[in-house]
Antibody
């Protein structure tokens, strides 16, 4: 069955960087894109970025442009989301998800807390 | 970017009664292929979202048939024919016709 298993929670200071991993299994990794979506405490879902599973094309949320990078390692079927220059309003649960013209499966989420 | 607007933002329903959520997009979600890229998700407390409906009206694997989706172009509806206690949570619509994908604000369903 399709599974997306994310790395554990992180606590970071303002200005630091965080890198979240997402290991996929149960399907051909290069046949689907990987999406990143975040959810601040008590808030709705916010688009972070996307990477193509086949050719590595990316797309990022405009408000995060320049601070977010999404990559994949096809040899291990793992996707990564790195966010730099962290601010307190980056505190959120970060989800990876799989899809092709939509999202079908989601990872369990990784809580990133930014606090001094 | 495509803006998604959901109504209502909260809903309180007696078990066994129907429920309906509306979602409107700022532009048509109909692709040149003829597919319409509108999905519905349910996020139960403390869990990631789970796919209920894709391409307007297709139930995802394992989704009970009391959930149905309809609509076209820019106006869409999710209906629950008979609400059950396990249906509580926040419902989101999402467009996937263009990047960045965008979500409605969410509709919180509670049981009376």
């Amino acid at each position: 069955q399709v599974q997306l298993v994310q790395s554990g929670g992180e606590v970071k200071k303002p200005g630091a960087s965080v890198k979240v991993s997402c290991k996929a299994s149960g399907y051909t990794f290069t046949s689907y894109g990987i999406y990143w979506v975040r959810q601040a405490p008590g808030q709705g879902l916010e688009w972070v970025g996307w990477i193509s599973g086949s050719n590595g094309d990316t797309h990022y949320a405009q408000r995060l442009q320049g601070r977010v990078t999404v990559t994949t390692d096809t040899s291990t079927s793992t996707a990564y989301m790195e966010l730099s220059s962290l601010r307190s309003d980056d505190t959120a649960v970060y989800y990876c998800a799989r899809g092709h013209w939509g999202i079908d499966y989601w990872g369990q989420g990784t809580l990133v807390t930014v606090s001094s | 970017d495509v803006v998604m607007t959901q109504t209502p933002l909260s809903l309180s329903v007696t078990p066994g009664q129907p429920a309906s959520i509306s979602c409107k997009s700022s532009q048509s979600l109909l692709h040149s292929t003829g597919r319409t890229y509108l999905s519905w998700y349910l996020q139960k407390p403390g869990q990631p979202p789970q796919l209920l409906i894709y391409e307007v009206s297709n139930r995802f694997s394992g989704v009970p048939d009391r959930f149905s989706g309809s609509g076209s172009g820019t106006d869409f509806t999710l209906k629950i024919s008979r609400v059950e206690a396990e249906d509580v949570g926040v419902y989101y619509c999402m467009q996937s016709i263009q990047l960045p994908y965008s979500f409605g604000q969410g509709t919180k369903l509670e049981i009376k």
